[in-house]
C-alpha cells in the first residue's frame, strides 16, 4: 500500500474494467475521478464496486472535445490537479461496429481524439490507453507479438483502437512525458457485460438443455483475468521511463489459449451440467472474430510483471464468478 | 495503351500527386472523375495538367458523408458508374497538422472514412490509397519494411494516414473486393506546392547570396519522382489479387536516399550558383521530421515493378522541372 495521492482520471470508469481499475488505485492511494457516458457502464457498478458513497464521477460523453474538457475540469475543481489519464471508454461490442462504422468512430476513436486535445489544454502529460489485440487482425495463429507487421485490423472496432495508439503516438512525441499503450487479450471478470462465457449463461438460462455454438468450437484464444489485467497496467504505468515515446505492450497471459468448446464445458458444468452441447460450422463466430491467437507477453515479463492464471484458470474463476446466483447483470 | 474504359474517381485530384495520377489514367483510356476541395489544390492544375476543357470535377470536401456522397452521385449521373475511388485527399502539409491535430483529422482521416462509407452505400468494391512512410515514426535509420512493428507515428500528419490505413482494412474485410495502400516516401515533381527543394528555390528567390538551410543538412531521404510513383500505383493496382485482404506496399526508388545538403548544392546551382549554404543545428528541420530513413521496396519489387531513377536523379529532374522560369506557383 502506497500512500501517495495520484489523481488518476478514469474516462469509461463504470465500465467492466474502469470499475475494477478503480477499485484497485483507490486502493493504492489514488484520488479517483470517474467519467462515463453510462451506455455501457452504469453507476450501479461504480458504487457497487469501488465505493457505496462514490461521488467523484461525471456523466460525460468524452467523445466532444466539451465532453472531455468538462471532466478535467469536474476533477480539477474537486481536487485541483490532475495526474494522469487512464481511457478506457470504448464501443466495447465488436459486433455492433460491424454494420455501422460510426459506433466505433465516435467511441472508440472520437474519445481518444479528444481526451488528448484535453490533455494538451489542461498540461496533463500522462496518458494510459486500453488498447486491444484486435489491431492485429487475423494471423492465423502466429504468436502475436508487438514486432509484428503491417497491422491489418478486420474489424471496425480493431481500427479505431489502431487509430488511438496512433494519435496517442504522435501525442508522445508533442506533448506527452508518458504514454502507455495496453494491448488487451479477451479479458473475463466481474461485472464482465458481453462475451463468451455470459453467451454461454445466457443461452443456458434461455434452453437449459441444450447449449448452440457459434461455430464448431475451435476457435482458440487466450484469456486473462480482470484481476490480472490491472495489475499488470497499474505495474507498467508505475514504471519510471527514460523515454518520452509511447509503450506499446501486450497484457495477457502466458499460454497459448484455451478452446471455445473447452469454453463451453466448462460453463455448461456449471449453468446446466445436464445440457447437451451443439456446434455449428466454420471457425469463426462472427465476422470481425479471429479464429484463434496466441499472445506473445515477453515485453511485459521482461519488464517484471508475471501473469498468476492460465488462460483456462481464468475461465474458470470468471465462470464461477459470472455464473453464480449471486452475481446479476 | 488499353483501350476499356473504367471509370475512376480521384478524391484530392487536383493536388500535385491527383492530377499526375488524373493524367495519366486518362491516357490509358481511363473515364477519370476529379473531387476536390481546392484548399491545395486547383481548377488550374487540372486544365494545365489533364484537358484544358476538363469538366469531370466537382468542388467538394469529402470530409463528410454528403461531401463524398455528392461526387459519387456527380459521377453516376455524368457516366453511370463508379468502378474504383484513388483517395488521394489529404492535408499534405505536415507541419500545419502540429499545432492543431484538427487539420489532419479532417483532411486526412474523416476524408478516408467518409469516402469508404460512400463506397459501402454506393457498391464501389476498389479503393486505392495514398498513405505515407510517415505511418513508421522515427526508426533512426532502419530499412522501413511493410512488416515492421509496432508503428510509432511522431507527427499528426503520419497517425492519421495510419488510422487510415486501418479503416480501409477493416473495410477490406467488410466490404472492398480489392484495397491497396500505398506508403509515399517524399514525392518531387510538378506541380508540387510544398516540400524541401521549394523552400530552397524560395529562400534563393529572396536572398540570393546565401541559402538557410533548416538543421545539419545531414538529414537523408529517399525520394522518388511524381512520374513513377503514379506508374508504380497504376500497376499494383491494375494487377489481379487473389485476395480480400488489402495490400500494403511501399513505393519508392531503391537506394538509401540523398542528403539534405546535396539538395541544396543541387537547387543552388541551378538558381543561384554564387549563393553560400549555411546550415543550422540539429538533425531534424521541423517536430515531427524524421531525421533519416531508407525504404525497403522488396515487396513491390518481387510484384514486378522497378524504378528507374535514383533519389539523386529525381531529385535533379524535379529540381528543374520546379526551378525553371516556365514553372511558377
Redesign the interface.
Known sequence: MSTISKVSIIAGGAGFIGVNLAKKLVSLGHVVVIGDNLSLGSKKNVEQWVSPNFDDFLETDVSSFDGAASLFEFCLKRHGRIDEVWHLAANSDIPAG?DD??VD?KDT?MTT?WL??ACRKFGVRKFNFASSSA?Y?DWSGIQLS???????????Y???K??S???I??????FLDSANIFRFPNVVGIPGTHGVILDFKNKLKATKDVLNVLGDGSQKKSYLHVSELVSAMIYVSGRVTDTK??M?INVGCDDDGILVSDIATIVRDIVSPQATIVYGDGTRGW??DVPKFSYDISRLKALGWLPKYTSREAVVKAAKELCLDTFEM
Chains 1, 2 share one sequence.
Do not use: D, H, R, Y
Open positions: 460491424v462504422p460510426s468512430l476513436f481524439f488528448l486535445e489491431v487482425g508487438e514486432t509484428l507487421g503491417p497491422l491489418k485490423p478486420i474489424s471496425n480493431g481500427a479505431m489502431l487509430a495508439e496512433a494519435q503516438c504522435a501525442a508522445g512525441e508533442a515515446s509511447a506499446i465476422l470481425g
